[in-house]
């Protein structure tokens, strides 16, 4: 294992099927493509800058790098944010595919007398019968004027490097918030049927789960919150959910009272921890409502426990669970979706949620009417508040308890408010949406399709998909002035 590398691979084109691998290493972060502003007079395969948060990305065409006759992207293409000398570089792919483990005796090294001085390609990986092309990012720019030219130029953007932003799930435990890395997770699924005849410690059980065992583990005693006995008396097995989670090779359940919002985190903000080799913490985030969130280090928080879940666990063998891992990667795909209640079950990809916030901070609009006469102030972006209900034609009703989903499309920003987060689901398939009744008919193409949902009690529900493209773009009046500048 040690002998392994990490490499992150991504989908150049779709009609050639043309898979690229890069060192994960240099992979800072996988995100949509934003607006990009063109440089006149400049290399060909230079797209223009695109902003990202507090930062500007030169953008590079790799289709055009790599000499192709078809160089276009649509619009589900995605930018990989890589760092090469103290820069940072973003590199257009079709698609982001998955991040694998690969083994010494799996790369082909071309010898470089075969290469050629524009050749961008380094060897190739053989994983079965997926060949994947590596890009060596030294070759990228070889001979380019993007190179850093002065040492005062590449410690300034060696600095801006460090603001990586990411993503985590927040849960409370025993009145503490703790916040797990969103590449982490793949699934949030009701508390039902474990069996409990493994239950030992802190393993609560295991979980059958799409024909595979989970062992289940309880977020209170693991964090020692609680003993098992003190917990065991206080539990609603009826309220509880239970976060599936990957870490050091093995796929468990951990079990917690209250999961309630997925939050955006600079690296940045948080504050580090002493002595970080040795905690589970990697670091504190201040909410600035006089808390703090514990950032979890999930490999660290079970390495006392993983020979215990893997035995529970009845892993196929190294070659067949590697592919699984990284094939389901995760909460970002399309196969990830965020359940919540307006009236009714709808749901909203979770590729499109930024995080989800209280709207406490919502400001109306004077003089405004209809279902998007509000917005908040998020980080100094001003962002539209979309009243589902009003939008959906349901009746107004107490608002005390709505929550804010904040979604990104490629330029703008909104939130949509809603009765309340139901769960996190991972779903396979889709459906096309049938006919709809009146009352969806002016929106039909906001709910353009359907994904089968079991919820609490096992039952099977149909769940509309919102498309946050088509709300944003027929249906707002926000128009490109809430561009994100970001």
Request: with cysteine.
């Amino acid at each position: 294992m040690n002998s392994e590398q990490l490499f992150a691979s991504f989908l150049l084109d779709r009609s050639k099927g043309f898979d690229i691998a890069v060192d994960a290493l240099s992979v800072i972060e996988a995100t949509n493509v934003r607006p990009i502003e063109p440089v006149p007079g400049s290399a060909d395969f230079f797209e223009g800058f695109m902003r990202l948060r507090e930062d500007v990305i030169p953008v590079i065409n790799l289709k055009k790098r790599f000499g192709f006759d078809e160089t276009a992207y649509d619009e589900n293409a995605r930018v990989a944010v890589v760092s090469l000398a103290g820069y940072r570089f973003g590199l257009l792919f079709d698609d982001i595919l998955d991040v694998l483990r690969v083994a010494p005796e799996q790369i082909s090294a071309i010898p470089n007398v075969l290469l050629s001085k524009t050749c961008l390609i380094s060897g190739l990986i053989c994983r079965g019968t997926r060949n994947l092309e590596l890009l060596d990012l030294n070759r990228l720019f070889e001979g380019e004027s993007l190179l850093p030219q002065a040492d005062g130029q590449g410690q300034a953007q060696e600095e801006k490097q460090q603001r990586v932003y990411r993503r985590f799930i927040i849960f409370t435990c025993d009145g503490q918030d703790y916040g797990v890395p969103v590449e982490h997770a793949k699934e949030l699924t009701y508390f039902k049927s474990v069996d409990k005849t493994f239950c030992h410690g802190c393993i609560e059980g295991a979980l059958r789960l799409r024909g595979r065992t989970i062992p289940v583990v309880d977020s209170f005693v693991l964090l020692e919150r609680k003993t098992a006995s003190q917990h065991a008396l206080e539990k609603n097995d009826d309220t509880r959910r239970i976060l599936i989670l990957e870490a050091t090779d093995v796929c468990f359940g951990m079990i917690m009272d209250t999961v309630h919002r997925i939050l955006t985190v600079g690296t940045h903000e948080i504050l580090p921890m002493p002595f970080r080799e040795q905690q589970s913490v990697t670091g504190l985030y201040e909410t600035g409502q006089a808390s703090s969130i514990m950032l979890l280090d999930v490999d660290k928080l079970i390495q006392n426990h993983v020979e215990t879940l893997q035995s529970m666990a009845h892993m196929k063998d190294r070659s067949e669970k590697t592919e699984e891992v990284t094939a389901a990667h995760h909460l970002i795909t399309e196969n990830g979706y965020l359940v919540f209640t307006v009236e009714k079950l709808f749901a909203v990809q979770i590729r499109d949620v930024q995080e989800i916030i209280h709207r406490d901070t919502v400001m109306p609009i004077p003089s405004a009417q209809g279902h998007d006469s509000e917005v908040i102030n998020l980080r100094g972006i001003v962002v539209p508040v979309v009243n589902m209900r009003r939008f959906y034609g349901y009746p107004d009703r107490n608002r005390s308890g709505e929550q804010l989903i904040i979604c990104r499309t490629e330029s703008v920003t909104v939130a949509l408010e809603v009765d309340n987060i139901n769960t996190i689901y991972k779903q396979e398939q889709h459906f096309d949406t049938p006919s709809l009744n009146e009352q969806f008919q002016a929106k039909k193409d906001t709910v353009d399709r359907l994904i089968d949902f079991s919820d609490q009690e096992g039952g099977q529900k149909h769940v509309l998909v919102i498309n946050i493209r088509n709300l944003v773009c027929n249906h707002l009046n926000c128009g490109q002035a809430l561009t994100v500048e970001q």
